[in-house]
């Protein structure tokens, strides 16, 4: 796939691939993590003053996380496709290759 035509094509499909499959993966460990209603003890500093726990340790803030992953995965494999299939890229790549 390294010389022909669609092997832009097949790069964005194998990222996106991979992007979801890590999404998934994300998602089922959140599920299997956090599936009870734990109770969750309060923090205090030194101080006394009580500490907020972190959103993401629940079932919510960790599918916020999984869902933001899917989203700027897939955002970024667009971003690298657009950027590398602009012509000035070609260009450069051509007279490298002339060069070696």
Sequence with gaps: LRDTS???TAGVLSSWGLVA????CLSIYGKVTYQ???VVLGKKTLTGR???T???YTAEG???FTSGFLVGGFSGVLFAYITTANSIFETVSF???QNL
Excluded: C, N, T, V
């Excluded at 499959?21 to 998934?24: F, P, S």
């Design 6 to 8: 669609a092997a832009s």
């Design 21 to 24: 499959i890590l999404a998934a």
């Design 36 to 38: 009870g209603d734990e």
């Design 50 to 52: 009580d500490l907020p």
């Design 54 to 56: 972190d959103a993401l």
């Design 62 to 64: 960790w599918e916020k």
């Design 95 to 97: 007279f490298a290759k």
